[in-house]
């Protein structure tokens, strides 16, 4: 019995097209809501960029792939980068042909700077302005996920420099890093251990390379129609596109609704 649902934001709840939370997922939601049912965002984004889930209400977050989990007012769970990755990383980036990254402490976002990519991948997930901090400035911060724009080929020359950690794309053009060994299914076990669930009691829906950690983590793995090959073969159901409301289709498939 489906206890608890997992769900990525971006191209799962949330549609790319209208940046909003379709009235069909809505409605699916608040039901399994009121069966009982704990619903938690499972998401690369920060918590200040959890802008566009409406007046949904949900049992806990579990952001930055993972890597920061609460449920209600209590943090479960975080780790963050190891420090010295983070100098690397800094460093680099300055020495190379400028490489864009946002760089993500427990309060902040900040980004070294704007191109062309950075800028598509904003307007697509509809995030706010934001501050640009040279890439030296913010060695002394603790991060939780660097997310950096270079090409698919590049990565893994640039995560061999960073033995602590590692990376996952839900986007061609840029890789979030994040500390080693974290990923959305361990955001997944600490939360369910602080809960008192087991992982056969939960589903996770998501549609990005990013979330298939989860898909493959829990009891039922759901992907979205609008996911890319490797999350479908991932996954033990796939559903209708974020647009056709695949989270409702998927929670009715499965007795949830």
């Not at 990254?101 to 062309?116: G, H, K, L, S």
């Not at 979030?176 to 990923?183: M, N, S």
């Amino acid at each position: 019995m489906i206890k608890a649902i997992f769900l990525d934001i971006d191209g799962t709840m949330v549609s790319f097209k209208t940046h909003c939370v379709s009235g069909e997922t809505i409605k699916s939601l608040r039901e399994a809501r009121r069966n009982g049912v704990k619903i938690f965002v499972a998401t690369g984004r920060h918590r200040t960029d959890i802008n566009n889930l409406g007046d949904l209400e949900f049992d806990g977050y579990m952001s930055l792939n993972g890597a920061y989990c609460w449920v209600g007012n209590e943090t479960v769970f975080k780790k963050s980068i190891p420090q010295q990755d983070v100098l690397t990383f800094a460093d680099y980036i300055e020495r190379e042909p400028k490489i864009p990254c946002f760089f993500v402490d427990a309060e902040r976002v900040t980004v070294n700077m704007i191109n062309e990519d950075v800028q598509k991948m904003m307007e697509l997930v509809n995030f706010p302005p934001r501050t640009i901090v040279p890439a030296n400035e913010v060695k002394n911060r603790e991060m939780f996920q660097l997310t950096a724009f270079f090409p698919v080929e590049r990565e893994s020359e640039i995560v061999a420099m960073l033995p602590g950690c590692s990376s996952s794309r839900w986007h061609p053009t840029f890789a979030d890093i994040t500390v080693k060994g974290v990923d959305k299914s361990v955001g997944i076990q600490k939360i369910i251990e602080y809960i008192g669930l087991s992982k056969d009691e939960v589903m996770a829906i998501g549609d990005g390379g990013n979330d298939i950690s989860m898909i493959q983590y829990a009891g039922v793995g759901v992907a979205m129609g609008n996911g890319g090959e490797e999350v479908k073969l991932a996954a033990d159901y796939v559903t209708a596109t974020v647009d056709e409301d695949g989270v409702g289709q998927a929670l009715r498939r499965f007795g949830v609704i």
